[in-house]
Each structure stands twice: as C-alpha cells, then as structure tokens.
C-alpha cells in the first residue's frame, strides 16, 4: 500500500509513504488531534478506482505553531483510491486547508 500525499500548507513538499510509515503518521496525528471527522460529500467508482470528495475538521490537543490547543483546522480533500483483489493498494490525496488561523 501506499499513500501519496500531494503538497499542501502542511506538507509543503507533499510525502510518500509506504503503509508502515501510514501507520505511523496516522498514529502521530493521534497524539496531535483531540478530535477529527470525515464527511464524505461525493463517491464515485469506476473499476478498481474510487475517488472521493471529503470535508475534514480536526481539533488540536496540543498547540501547533501559533495555533493554541482546542482550534479545530479544515480542510476540503479529493482522494483518488486503488484497489486490488477488495484491498486498497495505492491512495493519493489532495487536502485544501483552510487559512490556520
């Protein structure tokens, strides 16, 4: 599996990873967000593809930047997933964060 995450405010230089470091980064956020949602707002498939539209908010535990601990950050992401054999084998996102401040 890997995720490919193009460049946005957070990541300037977008990242790839392999589904080890998945793991991780998704364990990380763990400890940086108090809180995070998903609201998917469209799907579409076609074959072993689906791509899908996503408004995410997540709530800082900790202070991030200038940003104080409880600020709830946005962001408006297309996800472009590929399956093989029902499992998902590759996944690129594109997140649009909203101005943190």
Known sequence: MTHSQLPNTLFPTGADRDLAETLSASARART?????????????????????????????????????????????????????????VAQRTYDCYEPLT
């Open 32 to 88: 940086l967000l108090a809180a995070q949602s998903y609201d998917v707002v469209n799907a579409v498939a076609r074959g072993d593809q689906v791509a899908l539209e996503i408004k995410w908010s997540g709530t800082l535990a900790v202070g991030f930047g200038e940003l104080p601990a409880g600020h709830v950050l946005r962001a408006h992401i297309a996800a472009f997933l590929d399956f093989r054999d029902g499992r998902i």
